[in-house]
């Protein structure tokens, strides 16, 4: 669930927490919003008593439901005879609600594979084919941007990389645990 940041100064929360008399209010609202998200959705059948027991509120049902309305929380469903809609919930949680439809059907869209890169299943190590030689360098490329410059001697496929690369990690902890300060 989203929430901004002005939520606990926003008009509304202030107004309803004058209306039912209650510093309560703003969990109120984050409790409601909370089973919004727990249910994936913003619009519900139930009356007073259930609102009241969703925001889990110690007064009157009818105080509460006519408050939240008032306030612009709640609004009176135009499809349903009974219940309401909590207002913009579903335009504020647009992007969670797209994960969910996506995931529903497998997950985010693809555009096409990657070109230019091998296909290799989770798992398996990666060929060495992603170091590029440039002029004097060796760059990595990650998704074909460049992450930086490495030494070629201490790429992971080179086995004798890999040996200097442990010896120096062996030292770097040594000196860390021995107290040296590095500037």
């Not at 209306?19 to 309560?24: D, M, P, Q, R």
Request: proline share 5%; glycine share 8%.
């Amino acid at each position: 669930m989203i929430v901004q940041p002005d939520f606990f100064h926003h008009w509304k929360t202030r107004q309803l927490t004058d209306l039912i008399g209650s510093k309560e209010a703003p969990l109120l609202i984050l409790k409601l919003w909370a089973y919004c998200q727990m249910q994936r959705r913003s619009s519900f059948t139930f009356d007073a008593g259930r609102l009241k027991a969703v925001c889990e509120w110690e007064g009157d049902a009818n105080h509460l439901y006519d408050a939240m309305k008032t306030c612009g929380f709640i609004r009176v469903n135009p499809q349903e005879t009974t219940g309401f809609v909590v207002h913009d919930w579903d335009n504020v949680n647009a992007s969670l609600l797209a994960s969910w439809r996506n995931g529903a059907r497998g997950g985010r869209q693809t555009y096409g594979k990657a070109t230019g890169y091998p296909q290799v299943p989770h798992g398996q190590p990666t060929p060495s084919n992603h170091i590029l030689k440039s002029t004097d360098k060796t760059r990595r490329v990650t998704h074909g941007k460049p992450t930086g410059f490495q030494d070629p001697e201490l790429t992971t496929t080179n086995p004798e990389g890999q040996k200097k690369t442990a010896a120096f990690l062996r030292t770097l902890v040594n000196d860390i645990k021995s107290g040296k300060k590095f500037e």
